[in-house]
């Protein structure tokens, strides 16, 4: 079965004057049709590093530098 959503190595970084913040560092998962998908985790863990850069929606400081994810559409 082909995943609804398929998710390779993100890693988006937060670039600041001391270097950069390995905000999401090589995070992968498959979301398949009919499956429930949530993010948990403790408050500055990346939960919304994450959806933002699936969304294309991260702003500066932040930079997507690498991963690569793709959808297959919804039905």
Avoid: N
Avoid at 20 to 33: E, M
């Amino acid at each position: 079965m082909t995943p609804l959503l398929q998710v390779r190595d993100l890693r988006t970084y937060y670039h600041t004057p001391r270097g950069p913040v390995k905000a999401v560092d090589g995070v992968s998962f498959d979301l398949q049709a009919g499956q429930r998908f949530g993010l948990i985790g403790e408050s500055g863990c990346g939960k919304s590093t994450i959806a933002l850069s699936l969304l294309r929606l991260i702003r500066p400081p932040g930079y997507i530098e690498g991963g690569r994810w793709c959808s297959t559409g919804l039905t």
